[in-house]
């Protein structure tokens, strides 16, 4: 029991490190976009991460331009060093 109780952070934060959606990706799902920048907007630290970047981008790309124009995009992706 006390093995699996010292595993299951190391399952939580395994669990948390996805790949990020693209920009696009948050430009076609509005509700899933809307949920990660009001994540985003609230947590500083989260701020920085790539998947929220590409939130806020599409956000703010459909806020100024609609949905339509995704050709004058690009995606931010962190690199890991």
């Given at each position: 029991m006390?093995?699996?109780?010292?595993?299951?952070?190391?399952?939580?934060?395994?669990?948390?490190?996805?790949?990020?959606?693209?920009?696009?990706?948050?430009?076609?799902?509005?509700?899933?976009?809307?949920?990660?920048v009001?994540?985003?907007?609230?947590?500083?630290?989260?701020?920085?991460?790539?998947?929220?970047?590409?939130?806020?981008?599409?956000?703010?790309?459909?806020?100024?331009?609609?949905?339509?124009?995704?050709?004058?995009?690009?995606?931010?992706?962190?690199?890991?060093?």
């Amino acid at each position: 029991m006390k093995k699996i109780v010292c595993l299951l952070p190391l399952f939580a934060a395994l669990a948390a490190c996805g790949e990020a959606n693209t920009k696009e990706w948050y430009m076609q799902h509005d509700k899933e976009r809307a949920v990660r920048v009001a994540e985003c907007r609230n947590n500083a630290k989260e701020q920085v991460s790539a998947d929220c970047q590409n939130a806020l981008a599409a956000e703010a790309q459909v806020v100024t331009m609609g949905k339509g124009q995704s050709d004058y995009s690009i995606d931010l992706k962190l690199d890991k060093k």
